[in-house]
């Protein structure tokens, strides 16, 4: 039986006398320095970006240069995105890491793909929320807390996991429940429902979208009715609370019935196969080998896949639909 961590199993005194780095102040570094500091832990920052470093000053924090924060932590944090933080690693942490110190990744992309190798007399952990980093701030603000992935994949004090659930714990990462899984699992994973999961709902509500404006239903009453009326998202968050069987349980008849008829119309073997794909994609390296190349030839393709989703037509009609309902009491 896979282990869940919850509050109880995390001691956040555990961190008393010890310093936190955190590497990075953007999507995931900023809630997380803010949540640790929050929690009563010693924080100290590295922001290579101005912009990033002028809202950390805002938010309290003084950013020193990242070879004063591997001499002065003992538990280092690297939350920069993945493809830009192999470089700094090697150039300004690994030089600098001493016996006994902790290393803890939000994603053990690089990791899992050999961009990053940890010397072996660290610790290395893994404590990765599962939700975006806006959400890590708001729900640890809130109480609520979040889902997560822990993982040890380096043990040399033979103390790591501790160190790891006091770090999850004080960011608020226990408060869900925190899965324990191993390295590449959480890569695996996390690319997956990127990969093959994500590009299936956007296919199938533009596809959906478009029929339906071609057909001559109204666009204001296509995108409410697809997802910007929260009614799709409402159904997920009973899924993610109440499992998925209970969101379909909640749904009228009527719309148990059209589902559950009309499922195997869409249960379509081809789908599985490119899902099989995908996976091996990931697994074998291609993909995070076409993303290398992708990131140090400075994106050309995702600026063009970009470009061409934006030029659809039908995103100045999903705007003029947003304003409709967000006029105040027109």
């Known amino acids: 039986m896979t282990m869940v961590y919850h509050d109880e199993d995390g001691n956040v005194d555990y961190l008393r006398g010890k310093r936190v780095g955190v590497i990075g102040y953007g999507n995931m570094g900023s809630p ?3 949540n640790l500091r929050d929690s009563g832990v010693d924080v ?3 922001e290579p970006r101005a912009e990033r470093r002028e809202q950390a000053l805002a938010d309290g924090f003084t950013p020193v240069a990242i070879a004063e924060l591997v001499a002065a932590a003992d538990i280092i944090m690297p939350l920069l995105r993945d493809e830009a933080m192999p470089k700094i690693y090697l150039e300004g942490v690994s030089p600098h890491l001493r016996r006994g110190q902790t290393l803890i990744f939000s994603s053990a992309y690089n990791l899992t793909f050999g961009f990053i190798e ?10 990765a929320a599962r939700t975006h980093g806006a959400a890590v701030r708001d729900r640890y603000l809130s109480g609520e807390g979040y889902a997560s992935f822990v993982a040890v994949a380096q043990d040399a004090s033979r103390s790591a996991w501790p160190t ?11 408060k869900v429940g ?18 093959a999961v994500l590009p299936v709902l956007h296919q199938v509500v533009i596809t959906a979208a478009e029929l339906l404006m071609k057909l001559g239903y109204p666009p204001e009453a296509v995108f409410t009715e697809l997802y910007l009326s929260g009614e799709t998202s409402d159904y997920l968050r009973a899924a993610a609370s109440q499992g998925l069987l209970k969101a379909l349980d ?16 869409f249960n379509d073997l081809k789908l ?4 099989e794909i995908t996976l091996e994609e990931i697994r074998s390296s291609k993909f995070a080998q076409e993303w290398s190349k992708e990131f ?35």
């Open 32 to 34: 997380m320095a803010l």
């Open 44 to 46: 100290i920052l590295h």
């Open 118 to 127: 940890a010397p072996p007399f660290v610790d290395v952990g893994l404590v």
């Open 164 to 174: 790891i659930l006091a770090v999850a714990k004080a960011a608020g990462a226990l």
């Open 178 to 195: 925190a899965i324990e899984t191993r390295f590449e699992q959480e890569t695996e994973l996390d690319l997956f429902l990127q990969q």
């Open 250 to 265: 909640s749904q009228s008849l009527t719309a148990q019935y059209g589902i559950l008829s009309r499922y195997e119309r």
């Open 272 to 275: 599985e196969r490119l899902m």
């Open 296 to 330: 140090n030839a400075d994106y050309p393709r995702l600026r063009n896949l970009l470009k061409s989703r934006r030029a659809m037509d039908m995103w100045e009609l999903e705007q003029q639909t947003i304003d409709a309902l967000q006029r105040d009491g027109d």
